[in-house]
C-alpha cells in the first residue's frame, strides 16, 4: 500500500479525529435534511397518564391567529378623493389565482368598530375577490383603507 502524499512530498494521514469529524459531518447534514422536510409542530398530542384517568371538559372552540406570510403588492388600491370605485379598479386587474387580495384597514384608537364596518362594505364592494379576501384591520395614525393584490396566496 502506498502512501498518499501532499504538498512536498509529506505524507497525509487521515486519523481517527478526520474520520470523526466525516462522520459528525454526515450526520448534521442528514438530520438537517430531515428538519427540512418535517412538518411544523408536535408529532402528536402529549396525554399524561394522570389525564387519561380524569373526565375531560368539553373542548371550547379556540381562535386560531397566526401571522400570515404577505408578499411584495403587484398593485394597490387607496381609499381618497378622485379615486375610482373598488369594483372599477378589479375589474382593470389581472384573474391570475394566485393572486390574493388584502383588504387593510388602518383606524386611529378608539375607531375600531368604524374600521370593521369600513372593511365589510369594502368586501362587499370588492364582489367575488372580496369573498376570499384577506383582511387586516390595525391601529395607525389616520383612518385609512387600502386594497392590495399579491403573489401570497398559500
Not at 75 to 98: I, M, T, Y
Not at 103 to 121: D, F, K, N, Y
Amino acid at each position: 500500500m502506498t502512501p498518499t502524499h501532499g504538498l512536498y512530498g509529506a505524507p497525509i494521514a487521515a486519523g481517527w479525529q478526520t474520520i470523526l469529524a466525516d462522520l459528525s459531518l454526515i450526520l448534521f447534514m442528514v438530520t438537517a435534511a430531515a428538519l427540512a422536510n418535517a412538518p411544523d409542530g408536535p408529532t402528536g398530542p402529549f396525554t399524561p397518564a394522570l389525564a387519561k384517568s380524569q373526565p375531560r371538559a368539553p373542548a371550547k372552540p379556540q381562535l386560531h391567529v397566526a401571522a400570515s406570510p404577505r408578499g411584495e403588492p403587484v398593485s394597490v388600491w387607496s381609499d381618497g378623493p378622485g379615486v375610482p370605485p373598488l369594483a372599477d379598479w378589479l375589474a382593470q386587474q389581472g384573474l391570475d389565482p394566485r393572486l390574493r387580495t388584502t383588504i387593510l384597514v388602518r383606524h386611529l384608537s378608539g375607531h375600531g368598530r368604524a374600521a370593521l364596518a369600513r372593511a365589510t362594505a369594502l368586501v362587499e364592494a370588492a364582489g367575488p375577490r372580496g369573498a376570499s379576501a384577506r383582511i387586516v384591520i390595525e391601529e395607525g395614525l389616520a383612518d385609512s383603507a387600502s386594497v392590495l393584490l399579491a403573489y401570497d396566496a398559500e
